[in-house]
């Protein structure tokens, strides 16, 4: 299973652009990476998920780059509802239904 | 209906109780999850049904016994739980194990 890097903390203010970057040195051919965000005593939220180049919905955008060690989660102007942890999952054929969390990254939005 | 509805919310029970937590989709959803969260962790999984069949066991202790009545419903039947096992314990389904999983909102467990 592929390990997932991601930074512990981030802050930012309220309109700002977020990027989270997340590694995953060892993804296999077959692998997708796959956002969640959880609020504080909810469950985890599907955010996005993506194999490579550029996904985008109503919530984020992905950027994969070509060799898909990493990747990076977009949230568009940021507001104080956006203060979460996010967590960045690799999931493919080899562990179909094992989503194997990290660390994730909190982010903390600030007025 | 996308939701995933969990009870109790709360429970506290102590370590010689036999209790329940209980788990509800009605999404047509054919597989379903449990996880543990202990607190500013993240969260670990524990089991996994597939169309009602438990599919995966993390080594989970048998103290913990998961049960999968109908597509539907999923149970998580506790019996001598230790202080340690303490936590918030998530309940998840998705269409099948290869897409995104829904998560409930826990029940936070206190055994004391």
């Known amino acids: 299973l592929a390990k997932t890097t991601q930074p512990i903390s981030m802050d930012s203010y309220e309109g700002q652009e977020v990027n989270i970057t997340c590694s995953h040195n060892?993804?296999?051919?077959?692998?997708?990476i796959t956002w969640y965000q959880q609020f504080p005593s909810q469950g985890p939220r599907f955010i996005i998920q993506?194999?490579?180049t550029k996904v985008t919905n109503e919530v984020a955008s992905l950027f994969i780059p070509a060799d898909r060690k990493s990747s990076t989660l977009s949230l568009p102007r940021v507001s104080l509802s956006d203060t979460a942890v996010y967590y960045c999952?690799?999931?493919?054929?080899?562990?179909?239904?094992?989503?194997?969390f990290g660390q994730g990254t909190t982010l903390q939005v600030k007025p | 209906d996308t939701e995933v509805t969990q009870t109790p919310k709360h429970l506290v029970m102590g370590m010689t109780n036999k209790k329940s937590l209980k788990c509800e989709q009605h999404?047509?959803?054919?597989?379903m999850y449990w996880y543990k969260q202990k607190a500013k962790k993240p969260p670990e999984l524990m089991f996994v049904y597939s169309y009602e069949k438990l599919s995966i066991n993390e080594s989970v202790p048998s103290r913990f016994s998961p049960e999968c009545p109908n597509s539907s419903l999923l149970n998580l039947h506790l019996h001598a739980l230790q202080p340690e096992d303490s936590a918030l314990y998530l309940c998840?389904?998705?269409?099948?194990?290869?897409?995104?999983?829904?998560f409930g909102p826990g029940t936070r467990l206190t055994v004391t």
């Open positions: 999952l690799v999931v493919g054929s080899s562990n179909t239904g094992k989503l194997i």
């Open positions: 999404m047509g959803h054919r597989a």
């Open positions: 060892n993804i296999a051919t077959n692998d997708y």
């Open positions: 993506g194999y490579k």
């Open positions: 998840a389904s998705s269409q099948d194990q290869s897409y995104e999983q829904y």
